[in-house]
């Protein structure tokens, strides 16, 4: 009994010690560099900066209370004395380490505060621009601990006055036109003063559930409870053709939360199903919320399950799940139309 409230004294000690696992996850056709800020009065992790090939992860520790931000650097040339820069999402450092600069807009943005003891809360931001898709997921947690972030490549879809050099990155408006109604500043720093622009809007109807501009609380920022979480780069991203030409079929409840134009819109289909379009195929299902019912069938998208998972692991690239369930289903009619012939 001695050793067992022993064993249970070190991992309550531990937990306190190390708030959570972050792991990097690589999934774009190219390498990524990931970038790592603490905030002010918050220690550094291991690592402010380092390399990500494709199909790789890298993992490290925070501790309780931990508060920062994480991008994706790319289109970077470092020498072999790590010297250099990248072309989105640079930190200006000169090194592959940022060593305690953020990253140079645009850039998509996953910023944490870890609770002590309490929510940690979570974001992914568009307020400095998209140069990745990224989307945070958490394990292990309690509370809603939905996933959020863009899976959608908005340097596709990007206004030529918003975009990068040959369509590396998308501005956000505040970087491209430095207007006080655009940057939410002077006059324009309130709530009520601020209002999404046609910009903020396009980037909302693209990626509900990330940030679109400063004041975008209510649908954008979510809490989990001693959770561990994976941060994924490029996670199976649909093509803008394949969404629309193969939306999954789905029952979906009409999101309670709305930000100008950018709610997802819900069609009644012919046979009595609904359908969702709208928002990026993964992140748009179900409510802001995180739960959602959905019997959609592809894998060219990640489904919201009740709990706030991924359904299938598609963001992990598995699609074998669905495979195996039509397997043994095909299996079982086969079953029991011999059954009923036997009889």
Not at 3 to 14: D, E
Not at 112 to 133: E, R
Not at 317 to 325: F, Q
Request: some cysteine; hydrophobic content about 30%; overall charge negative.
């Amino acid at each position: 009994m001695d050793l067992l409230k022993l064993f249970l004294a070190l991992a309550l000690l531990s937990r306190g010690t190390f708030g959570a696992t972050f792991t990097f996850v690589n999934r774009c056709e190219y390498k990524v560099w990931p970038g790592i800020l603490a905030n002010a009065g918050t220690a550094p992790l291991e690592s402010t900066g380092f390399e990500l090939a494709q199909d790789t992860s890298r993992s490290f520790q925070a501790p309780t209370g931990w508060s920062g931000r994480f991008w994706g650097r790319t289109g970077c040339k470092f020498d072999g004395s790590g010297s250099g820069s990248c072309s989105t999402g640079d930190c200006g450092s000169g090194q592959v380490e940022c060593n305690g600069a953020g990253a140079s807009p645009p850039a998509t943005l996953a910023e944490f505060t870890l609770g002590t003891g309490s929510q940690d809360f979570y974001d992914v931001s568009l307020v400095d621009g998209y140069n990745v898709a990224m989307i945070i997921e958490g394990s292990g947690g309690s509370g809603m601990c939905a996933s959020t972030g863009c899976v959608t490549d908005l340097n596709r879809q990007c206004p030529a006055e918003l975009r990068v050099s040959e369509g590396d990155a998308c501005k956000s408006a505040c970087e491209a036109f430095g207007s006080p109604e655009y940057c939410c500043s002077g006059a324009y720093n309130t709530p009520a003063t601020c209002k999404p622009s046609v910009y903020a809007e396009m980037f909302k109807m693209a990626c509900p559930r990330s940030y679109s501009y400063a004041y975008d609380d209510p649908t954008s920022t979510f809490t989990c409870t001693g959770a561990d979480y994976t941060v994924t780069f490029c996670p199976n991203m649909p093509s803008q053709k394949s969404s629309r030409e193969s939306a999954p079929t789905t029952t979906i409840p009409t999101p309670t939360t709305t930000v100008g134009d950018a709610t997802p819109t819900t069609t009644t289909n012919g046979d009595g199903s609904s359908s969702v379009t709208g928002g990026d195929a993964g992140l748009q299902s179900g409510t802001m919320g995180g739960s959602s019912t959905s019997s959609g069938s592809g894998t060219d998208g990640a489904v919201m399950a009740d709990d706030g998972s991924w359904l299938a692991g598609l963001a992990m690239g598995d699609s074998t799940r669905s495979n195996h369930l039509h397997f043994t289903l095909h299996f079982l009619f086969i079953a029991l139309c011999c059954f009923s012939f036997l009889l």
